[in-house]
């Protein structure tokens, strides 16, 4: 018995520690081997002061420029395009047709809901920009001075996208023109250029798309608990690849460099951007850093030569928005693994799909989460019959085996050996309430995960006073409630006979609850759910082991 106690208690901590460390660490990544070459030399990687320089072939030299991006706190010079869509708020810088600010219309800030949600910016305290250049001598990059109209640039009722123009200065023969197509009811922006030759001999050249940002962490507090912030990488050979802002300062950035397919995005808690190029043409990632706490992620491509006369058009979509799984995997293989459950993913991912199916049918994501705990608790309730059974088994036994400890209190051999004798007697197996609850835990974690890092969460209301289910119960109450009823599967509990133990349950509901109060509601309420679920499960089984008992005697 005293066995069962211990792993129980142990399972109990892991899932109190799993919970604890999601809420209080960024993920870890742990990147795959690493494909084609090294990360860069931290001596390679320090600002040149031009754009980056073409290797031999079709692939380009990572050193990339940063030298337009402007320091924390110091906006970009230049004109800027305002932008308006049925999405965005955006503006449009004149120096590289930087994409400086980008407002989501349709998503509310953090603290302000009154005001929308602006995932790219360059102010006092934030610094994150779209970036894209040409490379070679005469070609406009992302220090270029562009001549745009300033706009503002509004997408009307009748019409399904918005184009932005902006023409580079005529060198060398060749005339560039960046251009920004914006669609309706897509956060897929096409971002390229338009090339003349007006040479007389074929031109070749190759772009660069980057993204560069400082390395805070966006929305971390205790109410809006902080995942994996910093660029990410996927490729049919590496796969999802994770990079720390850290290992990137120390030059220990580890990524697949080399590819023919693939995409570059930078991740943040419910949102994401990143460029999504289409084809196979080979294509070179790089990330580096710029400047003090300043990051940039990007991607090489080859520009198709260009005959004299002719016009060549190049372009890389740029996807910038919230984290909807069923939109992000039909953006690019593998762009939805940016919503990243971890090691969990194999068991996340169909949760959430239930959890989106049911959502279409009932149209609240708070009811949905209640039916998703229901069901589940509903697949694993063989299991968890079986693990109530067994400890209303042990809670009918607990005074003979208190007895036991007593009369051989001086004999532990005598004393093991009359335990199991009960235990056999009694038909109990003393691992039975455990084994059950360990099976379940992965799914209980993953479902966790799940409701963590889903952005359909976000400013999503619930009923009276839960108007945000990715936010913290404003009054405490599901908290409340919450902590109750671990307090009342306590008592249904048999009481450890390890004094120690029994001190360590009954601060549990104590410790949670306190934890719980600056959880996001969504979580509160599936552990709510999960707990009047399983104290109706064990109430009714014990009843009836009781029951049986009293009737045997």
Not at 91 to 96: A, K, Q, T, Y
Not at 210 to 227: C, F, H, Y
Not at 411 to 430: C, T
């Amino acid at each position: 018995m005293d066995n069962q106690r211990l792993i129980l208690l142990l399972v109990f901590l892991f899932s109190l520690f799993m919970l604890w460390d999601g809420w209080q660490l960024h993920n870890k990544p742990n990147p795959p081997a690493v494909a084609g070459q090294n990360a860069p030399s931290q001596a390679a990687q320090q600002d040149t002061g031009a754009p980056p320089t073409p290797s031999s072939g079709l692939s380009v030299a990572p050193a990339v420029s940063a030298s337009a991006v402007p320091a924390p706190g110091q906006p970009a010079t230049g004109a800027k395009a305002l932008v308006k869509t049925d999405l965005y708020l955006a503006e449009i810088s004149s120096i590289g047709g930087d994409l400086l600010r980008l407002e989501l219309i349709r998503h509310k800030a953090t603290e302000d809901k009154d005001q929308p949600f602006v995932l790219m910016e360059i102010s006092k305290d934030r610094t994150y920009l779209a970036q894209s250049g040409l490379i070679g001598e005469g070609l406009p990059n992302h220090k270029t001075e562009f001549r745009l109209d300033p706009g503002p640039h509004e997408m009307k009722a009748d019409s399904d996208q918005l184009e932005v123009r902006l023409e580079a200065p005529s060198a060398n023969g060749l005339r560039v023109v960046k251009v920004y197509t914006f669609h309706r009811n897509s956060y897929q922006i096409d971002i390229g250029y338009e090339i003349v030759n007006q040479r007389p001999d074929p031109f070749a050249a190759h772009a660069y798309y980057q993204l560069t940002r400082d390395g805070k962490v966006p929305e971390a507090s205790m109410t809006n608990i902080a995942t994996f912030t910093g660029p990410a990488i996927y490729t049919d050979e590496g796969k999802f690849q994770k990079i720390d802002f850290a290992d990137i300062e120390k030059g220990k950035a580890k990524f697949v460099q080399k590819a023919r397919d693939g995409w570059v995005a930078m991740v943040q808690h419910y949102f994401v951007a990143g460029w999504t190029p289409k084809g196979n043409e080979e294509r070179e990632f790089f990330m580096r850093k710029v400047a003090d706490n300043l990051y940039s992620a990007g991607i090489i491509l080859p520009v198709a030569a260009v005959a004299p006369g002719q016009t060549a058009r190049v372009g890389v979509p740029l996807y910038a928005g919230p984290q909807e799984q069923a939109k992000l995997e039909k953006i690019a293989p593998g762009f939805d693994l940016v919503v990243d459950y971890g090691w969990l993913t194999v068991i996340a991912a169909p949760i959430y799909w239930l959890l989106e199916l049911i959502h279409r049918f009932v149209g609240n994501w708070g009811w949905s989460i209640i039916l998703l705990t229901v069901l589940i608790k509903g697949m694993f309730y063989p299991l968890s019959a079986a693990s109530y059974r067994s400890m209303a088994k042990m809670k009918v036994v607990t005074p003979k085996l208190m007895k036991i400890k007593e009369q051989f209190a001086s004999d532990r051999n005598r004393m093991n050996q009359e335990m199991m004798e009960l235990y056999r007697k009694e038909k109990i197996n003393p691992l039975g309430g455990c084994l059950p609850i360990l099976v379940q835990i992965p799914v209980f974690i993953a479902l966790y995960w799940v409701l963590l890092g889903s952005v359909e969460m976000r400013h999503a209301p619930w009923i009276l006073w839960i108007e945000d289910l990715s936010a913290m119960d404003p009054y405490y109450v599901l908290p409340i409630i919450m902590g109750v009823s671990m307090v009342v599967q306590t008592k249904l509990n048999p009481t450890p006979p390890d004094p120690i133990q029994a001190k360590v349950m009954t601060a549990m509901p104590i410790v949670f609850t306190f934890m719980f109060l600056w959880f996001p509601s969504g979580l509160v309420l599936y552990w709510t759910v999960n707990n009047i679920l399983s104290i109706a499960q064990q109430w009714r089984i014990t009843r009836l082991i009781e029951g049986g008992k009293q009737k045997a005697s």
